[in-house]
């Protein structure tokens, strides 16, 4: 399944269920407190804070993304990403635990066709209630439902106050093979056997000053799904860069390059697929190279990817023409990058030659 695809399949499947699909916010939140947006619920934000009232109460989108705590990880594992598209599905004050478990557990195993053995998940080890739905209503044998601290399955709040819940994960176990070793922790490991496919976040307190939880009167759902992930768990890809979404960057790349690729050239080519993405999408959100805020981080992604392509014996002056690859794998989705082609190459173009 390509990644068109899992992105209609999974908007379909939801508004089947009563959602209405709205489109993705932009990258750049109308919020002060946020630099970027970086999960499919910011949009939503004041909805979930109790600031205005839902206009619907179940939505689904596709949203796009951009984060840079995990900077250092870009290329280096087999998911990490800058930019990415997160699916997900909204519920405000409708349904609660048992409804997004069964829809989550109905659209990997029936929809997408996952062998349900290959799927773990993860629960906050005090939440009793989302153990139960997993182990006695959708029949996970107890030992792929793992409890885990606040650490990994907890979410929230933002700040020292506000909305805040348990979350379950939803692995993919790639198999044994891939495991980093004898001493791998499962489902808590970084390594590449088990990849995280879809969060579902339980909004169920309010965080108080005290550091006391009062349980919220209306319940809230919030879920993200990684498209580029699913679609290499469905690809049998080893890693998100090897699936087709990236294939027209990968190969605008070598072409580029005055020399063959080789083993150590992998991460600085991840990481300018990578980038060249965020740096697109970025300046079509109307984000210019600057010395703070949104412009500085554009600034620092487009000069790491000028690195990596001098590593790879890119010529200089070359990572322009990267955009309209992108383009191709993602404009008809998008086309606010398709509008912003030429100012980014000019952009692009203008920190290459300072």
């Known amino acids: 399944m390509q990644a068109h695809e899992l992105r209609r399949k999974y908007i379909e499947y939801f508004v089947e269920k009563d959602h209405r699909h709205l489109p993705s916010a932009s990258l750049v939140p109308n919020d ?4 970027f947006t970086a999960a499919g619920m910011v949009q939503f934000k004041d909805i979930f804070w109790g600031h205005v009232a839902p206009t619907y109460p179940r939505v689904t989108t596709y949203q796009k993304c951009f984060r840079t705590t995990d900077i250092e990880n870009v290329g280096r594992t087999a998911y990490h990403h800058t930019f990415f598209e997160m699916l997900g599905n909204f519920s405000f004050g409708d349904y609660f635990k048992d409804r997004a478990i069964s829809y989550a557990w109905e659209f990997l195993t029936l929809e997408l066709g996952i062998p349900a053995d290959r799927l773990w998940v993860s629960v906050f080890e005090e939440d009793d209630e989302a153990f139960s739905i997993w182990r006695d209503e959708i029949g996970i044998p107890q030992e792929r ?73 209306k319940k809230n759902i919030d879920t993200g799904m990684g498209l580029e992930r699913t679609t290499a768990v469905l690809q049998g890809a080893k890693t998100d860069y090897d699936i087709p979404l990236f294939f027209p960057t990968m190969e605008a790349i070598q072409a ?21 993405r965020g740096i697109l999408f970025l300046i079509a959100d109307g984000v210019l190279p600057a010395n703070e805020k949104q412009g500085y981080v554009l600034r620092r992604i487009l ?52």
């Open 32 to 35: 002060p407190t946020l630099l």
């Open 145 to 217: 439902v793992v409890r885990l601290g606040k650490e990994h399955n907890w979410w929230g709040p933002v700040g020292e106050t506000g909305p805040c819940g348990p979350d379950t994960e939803i692995f993919y176990d790639a198999g044994e093979e891939r495991a980093c070793g004898p001493d791998c922790r499962g489902v808590a490991c970084d390594c590449d056997r088990f990849s995280e496919i879809w969060n579902l976040v339980f909004m169920q307190y309010a965080a108080q000053e005290d550091g006391s939880l009062i349980p919220l009167e």
């Open 256 to 276: 580029l390059m005055r020399r063959s690729l080789t083993g150590g050239d992998v991460l600085n080519r991840n990481i300018v697929a990578d980038h060249i």
């Open 303 to 354: 000069r790491r990817a000028i690195r990596s392509g001098e590593k790879l014996d890119m010529p200089r002056g070359s990572l322009a023409g990267l955009v309209d690859p992108v383009i191709d794998s993602l404009g008809e989705v998008y086309p606010e990058i398709v509008a912003a082609r030429p100012l980014a190459q000019r952009v692009i173009s203008h920190e290459e030659e300072t």
